[in-house]
């Protein structure tokens, strides 16, 4: 896939005029979307800063979430590919040239692309992962989790974090070594005892790579030793120890040529060859008579060769299947017991160590208390003053910690968010007091006074149930985490749309019978327009002059 690839029935939005934002990374520049739910073909091309979707209820406002969400590894269903359509595909490309698609057919496979290679779904993932976030419509409910609580505390405090999480893990080590030696003195004993067996059967036959074959080869001699001297005798006999034999007739064919060779250079170079010949017969001659008398049969070297094949062979059974698996299986022993005695050895000293470490675990637990202690008070201030603004001017929130009887994976205490939206009444945990749309504003607050981990950050309706002020106040949010970050969201508040810096209208037709989902950027009068409708649903003189005002509001800062 490349950005050039575009579909003849694509409408493209052009690129907006970029406003000035600073993204920690690169932004979303461009999101192509084929026949996912009521979109058929849509093509978008974004830039940084403040971006809103905007359309009547039912609109499809929600399908551009669900595009990028696909791209965060969200489950696909099937039933969001477009009715009678194969399958449906997203593509997101950034600002660095980076481009992520995942396609989904209605046979339910899915198959995610980075760059156009296929990556698994975790790659994906953890790619998106980096540079974009979503906060659904009902993703507040993950500040109810106590470890999502603690882990906004700890995001100001990850030096001290990083330093008990290091002895903590150290201080496991060591106390789940020490457990298992203590547990299993029996069954080590057990093991060595096998393992010292083991490397002395291998050690005392000391195999050497290769030698099988030498030995098969001396076994299928010394097994023929009557057939090897048979047949060195019945060649003597025929070269040179028979009444008639070759060294004879090789002699005689020599004095033949004496007198031909005197008158005639071919026949003395025959002759000279002939008897290069008879000198080497008389050389092998020599050499059989050796072998003939030599191969007597030899029981004790026969009897030896198959003891060792055979002591071989029943270790390769044993630790084989192959003499280089015997050897690799005796160095793995050899190992395994060193590690063994060792473990002897430490057991008397390992317990101290353990005892070390765990002081060592609770002062860094002191350490990180204490920065959370520290962070806790300014943060939750900074909370307090946005929440305040977003409708709940009597709001009160603090982080409570809770000391646990022993060390965690997280500390020394818990953390708990305690809060209440109403004068008079007393502090309680976030998850037994909250409604879900204090929890919205809560996780507005979060995110614009934390920022986001991610480059791109996408809100989906997290601002309903809020209006007049309130909605002032989140757009005002919303506009300084875009200074940052590059932010989009899906509202029907007209305050945050006048916010926006870029504008998108959602709008459903139908078209041949079939319903279709588009999106388009406003231009300034279209913009009013639409602010009107969500202001007051219509366009009259009054609507627009209300629209007109509200995008006349100066940005608050």
């Known amino acids: ?42 093509d978008l091309d974004f830039a940084p800063g403040f971006s809103v979707f905007t359309g009547e209820t039912g609109a499809g406002k ?8 696909l791209l965060l590894g969200a489950r696909a269903n099937t039933d969001l590919i477009r009715t009678g359509e194969e399958g449906l595909l997203v593509s997101g490309f950034w600002q660095d040239e980076e481009i992520a698609s995942r396609r989904v057919t209605t046979q339910g496979r899915s198959t995610a692309r980075l760059d156009g290679e296929v990556v698994s779904l975790r790659e994906l993932q ?20 106590p470890a999502n609580q603690r882990a906004l505390l700890d995001r100001q405090v990850p030096g001290e974090l990083q330093g008990y999480q290091e002895a903590y893990r150290t201080w496991q080590e060591a106390r789940e070594r020490l457990e298992t030696l203590r547990a299993t003195d029996r069954e080590r004993a057990r093991q060595l005892d096998l393992l010292t067996f083991q490397a002395q059967e291998i050690a005392q036959v000391a195999p050497q790579i290769g030698e099988e074959e030498p030995l098969q080869a001396d076994l299928m001699r010394l097994s023929n030793l009557d057939t090897i001297a048979q047949g060195a ?62 191969s007597a049969p030899d029981p004790e070297e026969l009897a030896r060769v198959e003891g ?34 060792r473990d002897e050895q430490d057991a008397g000293t390992l317990d101290a160590e353990v005892s070390h470490l765990r ?39 603090e982080f409570l910690p809770t000391p646990h009887p022993e060390p965690t994976a997280h500390g020394l205490s818990d953390v708990t968010l305690r809060f209440t939206a109403n004068p008079g009444e007393e502090l309680a945990p976030l998850s037994d007091v909250a409604s879900g749309g204090e929890l919205s504003r809560v996780m507005l607050a979060i995110s614009t006074v934390l920022g986001a981990d991610t480059p791109a950050v996408v809100f989906d309706e997290v601002d309903a149930g809020i209006g007049g002020g309130a909605a002032l106040a989140v757009a005002a949010q919303l506009g300084r985490l875009a200074r940052e970050r590059q932010v989009f969201v899906v509202t029907h508040l007209a305050q945050i749309a006048a916010r926006a810096d870029h504008h998108y209208k959602v709008e459903k037709a139908v078209e041949g019978g079939r319903t279709v989902s588009r999106v388009r950027r406003l231009v300034p009068a279209e913009r009013l327009e639409e602010i009107a409708r969500m202001l007051s649903g219509n366009t009259s003189d009054a609507a627009l002059k209300h629209a007109r005002e509200l995008l006349d509001v100066p940005h608050v800062s």
């Open 126 to 145: 953890d790619w998106a992962q980096r540079r974009l976030t979503i906060h659904w419509q009902h993703s507040a409910v993950s500040l109810l989790s």
């Open 359 to 397: 002081t060592l675990v609770e002062q860094a637990g002191r350490c990180l208390d204490e920065a959370r202690t520290r962070r806790a008070g300014p943060l939750a201030a900074e909370l307090v003053e946005v929440i305040r603004q977003l409708g709940m001017p009597h709001a009160r929130l």
């Open 308 to 341: 060792r094949l055979g002591t071989l062979s029943k270790l390769r059974a044993k630790y084989g299947p192959t003499l280089d698996d015997v050897l690799e299986f005796h160095a793995g022993v050899e190992q395994e017991l060193a590690l063994l005695t």
């Open 1 to 42: 896939m490349t950005r050039k690839a575009r579909s003849p029935r694509a409408a493209t939005v052009t690129s907006p005029p970029a406003v000035e934002a600073a993204p920690v990374g690169p932004a979303l520049a461009r999101l192509e979307v084929r026949n996912l739910a009521t979109i058929e073909s849509l």
């Open 233 to 294: 005798a019945g060649a003597l006999e025929l070269l040179s120890e028979a009444e008639e034999n070759a060294t004879g007739y090789l002699a005689e064919a020599v004095r033949a040529l004496n007198a031909s060779a005197r008158y005639d250079e071919t026949s003395a170079q025959l002759q000279v060859e002939l008897r290069t010949a008879m000198e080497s017969v008389q050389a092998i001659v020599g050499e059989l008579r050796n072998v003939a008398e030599s």
């Open 62 to 69: 929600s399908i551009i979430v669900d595009a990028l969400g």
